[in-house]
């Protein structure tokens, strides 16, 4: 068995693997000029991250007050975690594979550890002492990954010191970069507990490999990105892997039709909203436009009333969901977001916006790959032009992006509930 200096070494290593790269280093950047607050804990984290004292501080600090760490209620044998809306609709795909219910006692997101336990944890001090020495040693990159580094520590201090993990037999995650579900699955693994993973949103190259009992990804084109990500670590995908479609509905021919139309524009987390304002007064002063609907990502709190300084834009109320914004509109702009797919997947011409958000524009290789084009207001309101480029070859590339283009749904749903109950009875 492995002591707590190795072990916390491969988990830092993980988590460092995503949260440092190149493509996330602006992140940081991004996130303090929209949250001042932010920039005061990344700055507190740059100062004290560099010593070992302060290093025991930080992870003290996040044992304590982070609420947003969960353990399995008494009684399951299967945990899911996962605490945002997109993830629990990832657990749904899998609960809709059992039409008489799960198998076992589930929980979902459990309950927060209590503060007694916290404290019980803080006593274990020459765990923390080596964890924090190796994080002192470490470094982890820009304050952002440090970060993100800490907040796993903490997380495997706890999951380390519970008991829960011993009655479970099924871990299920829907994020396998966020250090919590990597800490959360690192402990599963040094228990043999086995491990579930639902993809929740696109992925890319940069995403960690696959290291889990099951897999259930969207589609090809995600399957292929995990193939390149295995390649560039040097490593191999593990476990049985298997694709599930995340809609439930069949896929609808991309069309635009009549003389007038309703755009639907999609927000990211962290929406750039000088360019979606001078967006939205392009496209408005188009005659065929006859209003636009924006659509806010689940995370997204910023103040939007600089868009709807032009007539007729409208956006949606927090009750509504994303079925009705579908049925509100004839084409739809996006960010980098997985709703690219599920916007074409309900009929809806899709566009991306380059620059709409602080991540690299195309990040996710829609453009590049054909599925969807960068927004043209000449090409968006002409219905010819959308009809060519949404054709048979188009469809065959999309395919790879949509199961539902190639398979039913019955057969995907049949195919994971035979693989869970597999990892479920062993």
């Known amino acids: 068995m492995a002591n707590t200096r190795d072990e916390i070494s491969v988990l830092i290593q993980r988590i460092q693997d995503f949260h440092a790269q190149d493509a996330m280093r602006s992140l940081g950047d991004a996130i303090k000029k929209k949250k001042k607050w932010f920039g005061i804990v990344l700055y507190i984290v740059d100062g004290l991250s560099k010593s070992l004292i302060g290093n025991c501080f930080l992870i003290c600090l996040v044992v304590l007050f982070y609420r947003v760490f969960r353990r399995g209620e008494p009684g399951c044998d299967v945990f899911f975690y996962g605490m945002s809306e997109n993830n ?21 997101n459990g309950k927060s550890f209590s503060i007694f336990f916290r404290l019980k944890v803080l006593f274990s001090i020459f765990d923390i002492l080596t964890v924090s ?52 699955l690192f402990q599963s693994e040094l228990r043999g507990v086995k491990t579930c993973y639902i993809q929740h949103a696109p ?41 599930l479609s995340p809609f439930s509905s069949d896929f609808v021919w991309p069309k635009l039709e009549g003389d007038e139309f309703f755009v639907g524009l999609c927000l990211s987390f962290l929406p750039r909203l000088d360019v979606l304002a001078e967006f939205i007064k392009e496209i408005k002063s188009n005659d065929r436009v006859s209003g636009l ?89 002409d219905s010819e032009r959308i009809e060519k480029f949404f054709n048979d070859a188009w469809a065959e590339t999309y395919g790879r992006y949509d199961e539902t283009a190639k398979r039913t749904i019955p057969e995907m749903r049949s195919e994971v509930r035979k693989a869970f109950l597999n990892i479920y009875g062993n």
């Open 88 to 108: 629990l609709r990832a657990f749904s795909m899998l609960e809709k594979c059992f039409p008489d219910g799960l198998p076992g006692q589930c929980s979902i």
């Open 133 to 184: 020495k190796v994080m002192s040693e470490r470094q982890c990159g820009k304050p952002l990954a440090r970060l993100q580094a800490i907040i796993g520590c903490a997380a495997y201090l706890l999951y380390k010191g519970s008991r829960f993990l011993d009655e479970t037999k099924v871990v299920c995650v829907a994020s396998d970069h966020s250090p919590i579900c990597q800490a959360l």
């Open 203 to 243: 992925v890319t190259e940069n995403f960690p490999p696959l290291n889990y009992d099951l897999s259930i990804l969207y589609d090809q084109a995600s399957y292929e990105s995990y193939v390149s990500s295995a390649r560039i670590n040097k490593c191999v995908n593990k476990g049985e892997v298997l694709l």
């Open 293 to 381: 609907l924006i659509r806010r990502h689940p995370r997204c709190k910023m103040d939007l009333s600089v868009l709807k300084g032009v007539r007729g834009v409208v956006i949606q109320k927090k009750d509504e969901n994303i079925s009705d914004f579908f049925e509100a509109v004839d084409l739809v702009v996006v960010p980098n977001s997985g709703v690219a797919i599920e916007s074409l997947h309900n009929g809806k011409p899709t566009f991306y916006l380059p620059g709409s958000d602080y991540i690299e524009d195309d990040y996710y290789g829609f453009v590049a790959a054909g599925v969807i084009p960068s927004i043209d207001v000449g090409m968006s309101c």
